[in-house]
């Protein structure tokens, strides 16, 4: 498996290796030692989730404040226009945005930290994404980060067809966002 950092950040783009024969293709998606070994903090996932969405939705920027989750991001069918933001107030990307598109036919992978936002648009007209994460679902401690915050400059593939929720719609920008505590 090829890890790689994503834009010199502490994302991590994971590439499995494909075994290919007469019968097909094999890979191992991912192997908690090999990513352990990459990652800045160590991680292992409780939970995994899928979800199921039409072209141009856009679902995010979503964190969990006060269990916060690590997660890997992979795309089952479809393509997407991945997204994560550094809300560490203690870091040194704290504000910036990190995008990259994943496709169901490159079965790569996206590690996103704990501390992060996160986030996708549908470009395909149809993406099943499926994400593991480091912490159970908490709805108390769930967040939103609004989406076309000018302070975060995110170039959205179909911003003015983006179909969101109520709760992505209502979400605060940055500067009025709670924020996750140092030394996370």
């Known amino acids: 498996m090829k890890i790689t950092a994503v834009q010199g950040s502490e994302l991590l783009l994971l590439e499995p290796e494909l075994l290919t024969d007469s019968r097909g293709s094999f890979a191992e998606a991912w192997r908690e030692s ?22 141009y939705v856009l679902r995010g ?7 916060p989750q690590a997660k890997l991001i992979r795309v089952i069918s479809g393509e ?27 079965r790569q992978m996206l590690f996103v930290p704990a501390g992060f936002a996160h986030g996708f648009q549908v470009l395909s007209a149809e993406a099943e994404v499926q994400y ?17 915050d000018p302070q975060l400059g995110i170039r959205w593939p179909f911003p003015t067809q983006a179909v969101l ?20």
Do not use: M
Request: without cysteine; proline residues 4%.
């Open 80 to 106: 997407i226009f991945d997204v994560a933001v550094d809300l560490r107030p203690d870091s040194a990307s704290f504000g910036q945005h990190y995008g990259l598109t994943l496709k169901a036919r490159d």
């Open 132 to 148: 593991k994460v480091s912490a159970y679902y908490d709805a108390p401690s769930d967040r939103a980060l609004l989406w076309n």
């Open 165 to 184: 929720s109520e709760k992505d719609k209502r979400a605060p920008a940055l500067a009025q966002a709670e924020l996750f505590k140092h030394g996370l």
């Open 34 to 55: 090999l990513l352990n070994a990459q990652a800045k903090h160590p991680v292992h996932f409780v939970q995994e989730s899928f979800s199921v969405s039409a072209q």
């Open 61 to 67: 920027l979503h964190y969990q404040l006060d269990q």
